[in-house]
């Protein structure tokens, strides 16, 4: 009889093991890129990210976060609210820049500048990190997004030890803009986003250097970028 009893409450237990494993397995939301999650992976993407932002991810998206197990690691994050700059006042509005990572044998990092109104000025913003004591090992994806817009850039200005990449502020509401981006697991990584105060070419908003004591600890504006950028200060994680 207790055989029978330890034999039963091993089969219970097995059974429950191969509930949760079948619950852990099962689709939670498909994109219309066909990209499937399961309620884990949407809720990890909902973390580093924000929840919504599933609809954007690509296979390859997927595929980067599956090969180097990132659905299974904690996320840090860090987040600080902007005043949006108008030529030289400032509005009450804010704007909300946050960066977070997620390592395991790399960091997969992402930086999200998000718009609480709509800007004025909408002209080359620009937006870019910068590693102290690591690397930078990949660039992966720059997004806008926005009420029925989205558009990806990949035309990125490396500089030593970071990046930039300007980006054309859309004139829609509920704008946001996403940098994702590899390191190492070493160093202390430094993310800013600045608005320009008035209208400028593609190639002004280009002109600077990356580097410490810049805007946002990122940029160093130089030439006919000087002075036009609205020097909010960046995140660092």
């Not at 055989?3 to 093991?17: D, E």
Request: with cysteine.
């Amino acid at each position: 009889m207790k055989k029978r009893i330890i034999f039963l409450a091993v089969s219970f237990l097995g059974l429950i093991l191969t509930i949760k494993q079948v619950y852990a397995n099962t689709i939670f939301y498909e994109n219309d890129n066909g990209v499937k999650l399961t309620q884990k992976e949407y809720d990890y993407i909902s973390n580093l990210y924000w929840d919504g932002y599933q609809q954007y991810l690509t296979p390859n998206d997927y595929d980067v976060f599956k090969e180097m197990n990132f659905f299974d690691k904690k996320i840090e994050k860090q987040t600080i609210n902007l005043p949006i700059s108008r030529s030289t006042s400032v509005t009450s509005h804010m704007r909300t820049l946050s960066i977070a990572k997620s390592c395991n044998s790399n960091c997969v990092v992402s930086l999200v500048e998000a718009w609480n109104g709509t800007p004025t000025i909408k002209s080359y913003d620009v937006i870019g990190a910068r590693i102290s004591g690591g690397e930078i090992t990949n660039i992966i994806k720059t997004i806008v997004t926005g009420n029925n817009y989205s558009q990806s850039y990949n035309d990125y200005q490396k500089n030593g030890n970071g990046f930039g990449v300007s980006v054309l502020v859309p004139n829609v509401d509920n704008i946001k803009t996403i940098v994702t981006f590899m390191t190492t697991t070493n160093g202390e990584i430094f993310g800013s986003y600045q608005h320009t105060m008035k209208n400028i070419s593609k190639s002004v908003s280009e002109q600077y250097i990356i580097g410490a004591g810049g805007y946002g600890n990122v940029f160093n504006f130089r030439f006919g970028a000087n002075g036009v950028y609205d020097g909010a200060p960046g995140v660092s994680i």
